[in-house]
């Protein structure tokens, strides 16, 4: 008999893309394993849609990584018989095309000690184009390895098996389709939210926190949508983006931001590049007040320099000059 296909999935508010989700998930998931943290939005009423999904409770105030995969792991252990793990967030689907490929056939069929390597597709705002991403250990049969310890953010999803691969498995016949960037308004709280965290949790100067943030620059996004990516879900009368809820703008990253601001004082944070007036309006709009940029000149230079060259981080001389921001105090 085959193994069973558990998803794992954190979820903390994301009933704007839950439906997508969850329907075409459910499509090869034996069993979803959310572990829901303390939303508030919707959420839990839509798992009940779908008998597939099992909910366990994430009780953390603040995100921490290592324990939400711990929680995922635990309750997907409780199911009896062989199993494959994939963890996928809520704005991640399978390309439609999945379940035609060999590749697909290697995860039904999977044996101790394979691994499994997912890449994203980039879909850009228009959901017109995409970008395919670098690698990501997203698969594996599990031999009871667990997490890796005390990480609250950026840990791998799932850990190297105890018997280390021999059969690491690329799967190149499909893609992970990445949503995020077709919602802008979560995307830039998302971001915001993250480089305060990291200045706060992760003892970051602010040039690490700022450069810490994976950027995507989709603006090279020139690849055309294929029909593949979407076509057997449309023969099934499963129209994603109809199953997307781009009115539902909450963002808890914004209410979390402002408790950061209230604990530390706005100024502890003027050294991050967060302050594009967007960003202000939107957390003013929450606050009931006016969120001013704290900025100086100089902080405002730097963050030019930091935008500009977000796409060159690498360059040994901006790697240089980093260093030398970071000697001066950020």
């Not at 008999?1 to 903390?12: E, S």
């Not at 996928?88 to 035609?100: G, K, V």
């Not at 893609?175 to 709280?189: G, M, T």
């Not at 294929?226 to 129209?239: A, G, V």
């Amino acid at each position: 008999m085959r193994p069973k296909l558990i998803c794992l999935t954190p979820v903390k508010n994301e009933a704007w893309i839950l439906d997508a989700f969850l329907t075409v998930t459910s499509l090869w998931a034996d069993y979803i394993i959310v572990a829901d943290q303390n939303s508030t939005d919707g959420s839990r009423e839509i798992y009940k849609k779908y008998p597939k999904v099992i909910v366990v409770e994430n009780n953390d105030v603040d995100l921490h990584e290592t324990n939400r995969q711990r929680l995922l792991f635990d309750a997907a252990r409780k199911i009896d018989g062989d199993k494959v793990f994939i963890a996928l967030d809520a704005d991640e689907i399978f390309t439609a095309n999945y379940y035609q490929t060999n590749d697909w056939q290697k995860i039904k069929n999977a044996k101790a000690g394979d691994m499994f390597n997912f890449q994203w597709a980039e879909l850009n705002e228009k959901a017109t184009h995409y970008k395919i991403e670098k690698w990501f250990q997203w698969g594996m049969f599990d031999d009871g390895t667990n997490p890796p310890k005390d990480g609250k953010i950026h840990i791998a999803r799932v850990p190297w098996t105890k018997t280390r691969p021999d059969n690491e498995v690329f799967v190149k016949d499909f893609y992970v389709i990445h949503l995020q960037y077709l919602n802008k308004i979560r995307l830039l709280s998302k971001e915001k939210y993250y480089q305060c965290f990291l200045f706060i949790n992760e003892n970051k100067n602010a040039i690490s926190a700022n450069r810490g943030m994976r950027d995507v620059d989709l603006t090279d996004a020139q690849t055309p949508i294929p029909d593949y990516f979407f076509d057997n879900y449309k023969k099934q009368n499963i129209d994603i983006e109809k199953l997307i809820d781009f009115l539902k703008t909450y963002c808890w990253q914004d209410e979390k931001v402002l408790e950061y601001f209230n604990e530390k004082g706005i100024k502890f944070f003027r050294k991050l590049n967060i302050w594009d007036r967007a960003y202000l309006a939107q957390l003013s709009k929450i606050a009931g007040k006016e969120i001013k940029d704290p900025r100086n000149t100089a902080d405002k230079i730097v963050h030019f320099y930091l935008q500009k060259t977000k796409s060159h981080n690498k360059n040994i001389f901006i790697r240089i000059f980093d260093k030398l921001l970071k000697k001066i105090g950020y």
